[in-house]
């Protein structure tokens, strides 16, 4: 893809990562882009970027740290997303923050470190689960916590190819999403994503 092919698209967005990586994103794009929005300061002084603070603040909010995304995980997929900026000293802001489409690198980059059920696991569960979130509440209720279920996982399964990237995050954001809307931080979606 090109980016003469869509021109709805600005370019970042077309290199970005694999074709099954960005249909995914583009069903999650209205989500995800009011999510980045929402959370930006209404400070007129403040930086319209995100900061790496808000970056941490979206993470634990969705409760998606743990042994399986460490703070070093969650920093380095926040710096490895940001682009190149040519003039650090004339474009401080951008240098130093995520704009948008470095967000959502961020968050496939957090998903490539993320621990996330094959859908083998999710289907073997008991009950079967059609999602990680069904999967998440399943542990709950069975007084699992996440981390007791890595160290239960068998090894195979934590392979990091044990689920192509689009699987691991469709189901992050599902995840992520559903854990905000729980604690009411974002609305809920109105008839699909």
């Known amino acids: 893809m090109t980016k003469d092919d869509d ?8 290199a970005l990562l694999l074709e099954d990586v960005d249909r995914i994103l583009w069903r999650w794009h209205r989500r995800l882009r009011a999510l980045y929005e929402a959370r930006l300061p209404r400070d007129i002084a403040a930086s319209k970027l995100w900061t790496l603070r808000m970056w941490h603040q979206l993470l634990n909010d969705g409760d998606m740290l743990g042994a399986d995304l460490t703070e070093r995980h969650v920093n380095r997929s926040y710096y490895h997303a940001k682009c190149c900026v040519i003039d650090e000293v004339g474009k401080h802001e951008q240098f130093q923050n995520l704009p948008f489409l470095d967000f959502v690198e961020a968050l496939v980059r957090a998903a490539e470190q993320k621990a996330i059920p094959s859908r083998a696991e999710l289907n073997e569960a008991d009950p079967p689960a059609a999602s990680i979130v069904e999967f998440r509440r399943a542990l709950d209720a069975a007084a699992i916590t996440w981390d007791n279920w890595l160290v239960m996982r068998p090894p195979a399964r934590a392979a990091p190819d044990a ?10 954001f599902l995840l992520l999403f559903s854990r905000l809307e729980a604690k009411g931080l974002v609305k809920p979606a109105k008839g699909g994503k």
């Not at 689920?163 to 992050?172: A, C, G, N, Y």
């Open 163 to 172: 689920s192509p990237l689009w699987f691991r995050v469709e189901q992050m």
């Open 7 to 14: 021109p709805r698209l600005p370019h970042p967005w077309c």
